[in-house]
């Protein structure tokens, strides 16, 4: 098995980087909160398809969730991530404290209009300006040559490449299909919250979202697909449905009530007992 | 004359940068708005001493510029500006179009708070924000070493340190002092607008900084300190005094009342004509 190493500070991740680069070899950064399963696994190996070393961060953003949210409920267990991961061929585990993060005086913050709006941006207020935000320390801590996002996020995945080009940052974005589970459902770490019963019931909304595709491909209209997929969740038993939205692939712009024209992105978040489930898939 | 080129894109400036950094030069950044004068060449001066390769910015940045601001007027000069440039032993001169530094789609903020907050963030709303984007955009294209920024400006100053350290941004910030005029003017694009007789109501500006430094060391409060620099620039002549503060030097965070315990600044800004003139000095 190669070397793997954990490191606890900036300092020591730009040690480790820096002689990589210095002897001419690629990084990648896949950054993650942590409770990792296969599709953390899957965004490593695609890492490795692209650069000579690759290096997870994990660290469980505070600034990303709201007040009521799950912040201190969220699954952490750092030695079954670290363990998965020089599994996996990972190199290098960045694993900060929030002190090192975020210091005393801390004051700068970082926001997307337009692609951050709608979505999850409105059902979870400043929750993509901590996104924001920490993926970039995260990209100017580490230096990669590409980073890897799972399109699970899909939305954070289209914030980041939005403001990794507004502001510059060297480096390129590269987005992994979802990873999936026998029935469909989206891989996540907040899967672990499920009971039995809630998992039967979050495995209908990838059904929900395939669905919507294929009508999208038959010429039906936003307005009735939304409409559709919205009464399928309800039907499948969540309790709170927060979107189940036909957007534009690239800016999540909304294509207007009629038939779907340019590539397209179908995006629903719900709530099943106190879980809330995201899942998207595109239109092509 | 060394060799002195001019770029205006973002690629050729890297791709000049890139060459430098792989045969071992330091290279230093001095972000400017062109109209260039004698403070400018100081801060190219201070530069040369930490770098091999010295690249000045010049850009008139919409974005930091109020509604009712002098944008328009502000002025330009870039045959002049190279000129100087070169003659200060400058390697490149990078001056790009506001298409280039802010395409079609552009939504990116950056937003700094606590220092940023009063005295200009007060009296100019959004600058900062505006300031705070381009200068890391500035630091992440060109990726220098260290960048020279003036203490003319010293607010800005302390909130680029701020964002700099906030968002790891692995760059050196180093402040230069001002430059001054014989009646102790400090230098500034900006005194091109004063008429003969606003030139001599805008060299009482530093008299009462200084005098107001010179009464903080003698132990006088922070309260009467101030009420005697606003009673001096309204004496002087200026129509508006936006602010003539006693701060604490780090963070601007204002001292209270009574005596200046740590380091200060005193810090002032006024208008005179159509001319707004800000400066500032140190109490150590």
Redesign the interface.
């Known amino acids: 098995m190669p070397e793997f190493a954990i490191v606890r500070t900036?300092a020591d991740l730009?040690a480790q980087v820096g002689a990589w680069k210095r002897s001419g070899q690629r990084v990648a950064l896949v950054p993650t909160m942590g409770a990792l399963h296969e599709g953390h696994l899957s965004l490593i190996a695609l890492a490795k398809t692209r650069a000579e070393r690759v290096v997870a961060s994990v660290f469980v953003n505070p600034t990303q969730f709201g007040p009521n949210e799950d912040f201190d409920a969220y699954p952490r267990g750092e030695a079954r991530d670290a363990e998965l991961l020089a599994g996996a061929g990972c190199d290098l585990m960045f694993a900060p404290g929030v002190a090192e993060m975020y210091p005393q005086?801390?004051?700068?913050?970082?926001?997307?209009?337009?692609?951050s709006e709608p979505l999850d941006g409105a059902a979870r207020p400043g929750h993509f300006n901590g996104v924001?935000?920490v993926v970039?320390?995260l990209l100017?801590?580490c230096?990669p040559d590409v980073a890897v996002f799972g399109e699970k996020d899909y939305q954070q995945l289209q914030v980041i490449k939005?403001?990794v080009r507004?502001?510059?940052?060297?480096v390129e974005i590269i987005g992994a299909p979802t990873s999936r589970l026998e029935d469909g459902l989206a891989r996540s770490s907040r899967n672990a919250y499920l009971s039995e019963t809630e998992r039967e019931v979050a495995g209908r909304m990838n059904l929900a979202l395939s669905e919507a595709v294929r009508r999208l491909k038959a010429g039906e209209s936003v307005e009735r697909v939304e409409a559709t997929g919205r009464a399928a969740l309800e039907r499948a038993g969540f309790q709170r449905i927060d979107y189940f939205e036909v957007r534009n692939a690239d800016?999540l712009s909304h294509p207007g009530p009629g038939t779907l024209s340019g590539p397209g992105r179908v995006l629903a978040a719900a709530v099943i007992g106190k879980t809330r489930l995201i899942d998207n898939m595109a239109v092509e």
Do not use: E, N, Y
């Open positions: 900036v730009r005086g801390f004051s700068t913050s970082i926001s997307v209009t337009g692609v924001a935000t970039t320390k100017l801590q230096g939005r403001l507004d502001l510059d940052i060297p800016d």
